[in-house]
């Protein structure tokens, strides 16, 4: 089976620009969440979904990001506009609800805001 | 709010020596999920080993098993027979009863040497 897929795996955009970071859960799988990792903060859950609706957007640090679910299997975290606080690795993970709670990860898309 | 808390920032074992791993945590949940997930330079996160709450015996996965102290929240992992692909950062993680957000700890760094 694919595990979560995420894209692009690195990214590397100026100050300013839009980014826009996508996710494919794993087939069967109704809720997904989106991290942040960096050195100072450490793992941070941004927003997660049930069944495409966001329950918890309480992580996303600021207007400038924004998640959408559109359908079960896709997923998008845009950043407009994009600074240079903004490098991370930004994890997706997917699971599912009222399961035994595991969540898998995709591999990360390194975000680097020069 | 639940907090995790990892006091070790880095450790380092001998290969096919033992190490344990610290956690403790804060919450207010009498039932909730606790996790090991590991993070090798690849940078995938790889769940290690879970434990609910309510069960009082001590999981085990293979060389990996913990030590769960449900009264002083403590949660540590033990490493049996290390190998050198152990080497990696360790996060201890926890999840209440309700919703799905996982909390992490800092993160240990293990390396482990031949």
């Known amino acids: 089976d694919a595990g979560v897929i995420q894209s692009p795996r690195h990214e590397v955009t100026e100050m300013g620009q839009e980014v826009t970071l996508r996710c494919k859960p794993i087939?069967?799988?109704?809720?997904l969440f989106w991290y942040r990792q960096t050195m100072m903060r450490g793992l941070e859950l941004l927003i997660y979904?049930?069944?495409?609706?966001?329950?918890?957007d309480s992580g996303m640090p600021e207007d400038r990001f924004s998640a959408k679910m559109p359908n079960a299997s896709f997923s998008t975290l845009k950043i407009q506009p994009s600074e240079p606080r903004d490098s991370a690795v930004y994890f997706c993970?997917?699971?599912?609800?009222?399961?035994?709670?595991?969540?898998?990860f995709g591999p990360g898309t390194r975000l680097t805001v020069t | 709010a639940q907090t995790v808390t990892q006091s070790q920032p880095e450790m380092s074992v001998q290969e096919a020596e033992t190490v344990t791993l610290s956690c403790t945590y804060d919450?207010?949940?009498?039932?909730?999920?606790l996790f090991w997930y590991k993070q090798p330079p690849s940078r995938q996160m790889i769940l290690v080993i879970r434990?609910?709450?309510?069960?009082?015996q001590n999981a085990t996965e293979n060389r990996f098993s913990v030590n769960f102290q449900k009264a002083a929240k403590s949660f540590s992992l033990k490493i049996s027979d290390s190998q050198l692909g152990d080497t990696a950062m360790y996060f201890c993680?926890?999840?209440?009863?309700?919703?799905?957000?996982?909390?992490f700890g800092a993160g240990t760094i293990l390396r482990v040497k031949s």
């Open positions: 993970a997917s699971s599912l609800w009222g399961d035994t709670y595991e969540q898998y």
């Open positions: 434990q609910e709450a309510y069960k009082q």
């Open positions: 919450t207010s949940e009498s039932n909730y999920y």
């Open positions: 087939s069967g799988h109704n809720s």
């Open positions: 979904f049930n069944n495409n609706v966001p329950i918890d």
């Open positions: 993680a926890h999840r209440g009863e309700y919703g799905n957000k996982l909390v």
